[in-house]
């Protein structure tokens, strides 16, 4: 029997059509860390440090979330490297 998927990747999907989410880290207001990383099959830590530093993520790591989201590959793309030069501008402004 297949698992079926958390309910709230749907609700993401939406908000990511709608334009209401930008960044990386606004998909996991929606839909929590321990569910993602279950999903990935990753462990928490590992999924933190990619969080930290979204520039760490693989293709193979964006693809998955995408596919678990139901979006295109680009599009979960556009959404790390938003998060990646948000991060770096808080930084540079420190």
Known sequence: MAKSKDKRY??????????????FSEILETVPKTVVTHDLGMHHQTFDKLIKCPERFTFKDAFRIA??????????????????????????KK
Do not use: E
């Open 67 to 92: 596919s678990l989201i139901d979006i295109d590959d680009q599009t979960i793309m556009d959404l790390i490297y938003n998060q990646y030069a948000k991060d770096n501008h808080l930084k540079q």
């Open 10 to 23: 749907n609700t993401v999907k939406k908000l990511i059509a709608g334009g209401h989410i930008k960044s």
